[in-house]
């Protein structure tokens, strides 16, 4: 026994020392002060760093600098004045403080024939369709439910009123959902020219999901893959084919 706690401290030690003279070998970093991440997604660790590879580029769909527009047009900066708009590092931020802590999902807002080839470390594959759903059908409150909301019986009517005028936690709750507890989600899709996180976004905000609880990735794998950030395949693909 005491022989193998000794083993496991021993490899413990060679691991950190390695880490440490890896980190200090890293020629291309994420910043000057930040040569990697390592987040945790719930399920996995999972570090976050850049290709190597001077002289890597990217290919295929990710390549290409010109799609038909409609309906590849170039999105605005902000989808929403009420929803912030974030980039890359905030994006690594993000996985190292809500995502950790359980109060917030990246969602990959893609189809799932996308999803499949490759996405963003931690995410999770909810398709734009989906929120686009009835607003009172089944497949958006199975939705929301997963991300925390929690729908609410015949509310009083001077409750609601008073919600109405920001009372009682009113600006996150509507007559049927109670988002207080639900889920900080940063949305993603393909990039500038994506239309479908921006969608999603949309109809959330439409649905009556707090503007605060909202991020949008803008940049999205275009420009994940153009910094040479981490990309996984998901080996889960349950919420996908949903």
């Not at 950190?16 to 002060?33: C, E, L």
């Not at 902000?78 to 802590?101: G, P, Q, W």
């Not at 909202?214 to 693909?237: A, I």
Request: hydrophobic share 40%; net charge neutral.
């Amino acid at each position: 026994m005491k022989k193998s706690l000794s083993s496991i401290i021993i490899a413990a030690a060679i691991a950190v020392s390695f880490n440490a003279q890896a980190a200090r070998d890293v020629a291309v970093k994420i910043t000057k002060d930040k040569s990697y991440s390592t987040v945790h997604d719930g399920q996995e660790l999972i570090k976050i760093s850049r290709i190597q590879d001077t002289s890597h580029v990217i290919d295929g769909s990710f390549a290409k600098t010109s799609r038909p527009c409609p309906p590849f047009c170039i999105n605005p900066m902000s989808i929403d004045e009420r929803v912030e708009t974030v980039a890359e590092l905030e994006v690594i931020k993000f996985m190292e403080t809500s995502m950790y802590r359980g109060d917030g999902m990246i969602i990959d807002a893609r189809t799932p024939s996308w999803y499949k080839k490759g996405t963003i470390p931690g995410s999770v594959n909810i398709p734009f369709t989906m929120f686009e759903k009835d607003i009172n059908g089944v497949e958006l409150a199975e939705v929301f439910e997963s991300i925390g909301a929690v729908e609410r019986d015949e509310v009083n009517p001077f409750l609601l009123m008073a919600e109405g005028f920001g009372l009682m936690g009113g600006d996150l709750k509507t007559e049927r959902w109670d988002f207080s507890n639900a889920k900080e989600l940063l949305l993603w899709c393909n990039g500038p020219w994506c239309g479908q996180s921006p969608r999603a976004i949309r109809a959330l905000l439409n649905a009556g999901y707090p503007a605060e609880k909202l991020y949008y990735y803008r940049g999205g794998m275009q420009m994940w893959q153009s910094l040479g950030l981490t990309t996984m395949k998901p080996t889960d693909m349950s919420v996908a084919s949903k």
